[in-house]
């Protein structure tokens, strides 16, 4: 299967403060990137996504940037919020299938 | 729009019986469904890959007559746990895909006693 990776299992972060939670991937073919949250005892949620022709997207308050070189792909949270603790999934699309990273669990300290 | 519904949401089974779950796109139609199982603080695993009219595509180790996959319209695919066990016990979780986009459903949880 595809080798997708997650530098960190767990990150801590205080309440208003900007989360960056990271994610290599190996397939240099893979053209489609997306964020998921998943809250406990729920299915993944859908955050961003992009398209490997863009280095980065915005949405409301998270942003994902792409680095094709290094294969990096990255999620930033802005003003990062108690309701923002979850876990975070990057995923990849690699012809039909998605590719699912380990998981980051985000916790916001209030 | 893009929901996916997954019914049920938790059951619990004794051993050796069988269990069917039910996902369905409910405002969009879905030629690719999508089955994971998820562990505790694990990663969403692929099970297989359901396409409408066709067979499953299983993913290696995932047995196919264990884990029945029919996905018999363009919004309602279902799995069956056949002859489950405790280690069957698990957060199964099915998406359904458009061209790029991919929703999820929201899990079911089996206990198998």
């Known amino acids: 299967g595809e080798n997708v990776g997650l530098h960190l299992p767990t990150l801590s972060v205080q309440e208003g403060d900007n989360s960056i939670i990271n994610c290599a991937y190996s397939?240099?073919?893979?053209?489609?990137f997306i964020w998921y949250k998943q809250e406990s005892g729920k299915g993944p949620q859908f955050i961003i996504d992009?398209?490997?022709?863009?280095d980065k997207r915005q949405g409301q308050r998270v942003t994902v940037l792409l680095n094709k070189t290094v294969k990096h792909l990255s999620l930033q949270i802005a003003a990062t919020q108690p309701g923002d603790s979850a876990v975070y999934f990057c995923?990849?699309?690699?012809?039909?299938?998605?590719?699912f990273g380990t998981g980051t669990s985000l916790t916001v300290i209030p | 729009g893009a929901v996916v519904s997954q019914h049920p949401s938790w059951v619990i089974c004794k051993s050796g019986t069988s269990v069917k779950i039910e996902c369905r796109s409910l405002?969009?139609?879905?030629?690719?469904m999508f089955w994971y199982r998820q562990f505790p603080k694990q990663s969403l695993m692929l099970m297989a890959t359901s396409n409408e009219g066709s067979k499953a595509t299983y993913e290696q180790g995932v047995e196919k007559d264990k884990f029945l996959i029919n996905h018999a319209s363009l919004t309602l695919s279902t799995l069956t746990v056949t002859s489950a066990h405790p280690e069957d016990s698990s957060f199964y979780i099915c998406?359904?895909?458009?061209?790029?986009?991919?929703?999820f459903g929201p899990g079911t949880r089996l206990t198998v006693t």
């Open positions: 998406s359904a895909g458009l061209q790029y986009e991919q929703y």
């Open positions: 992009i398209r490997s022709n863009m």
């Open positions: 405002d969009f139609q879905a030629t690719t």
């Open positions: 995923a990849l699309k690699s012809g039909n299938q998605f590719y």
């Open positions: 397939n240099s073919a893979s053209d489609y």
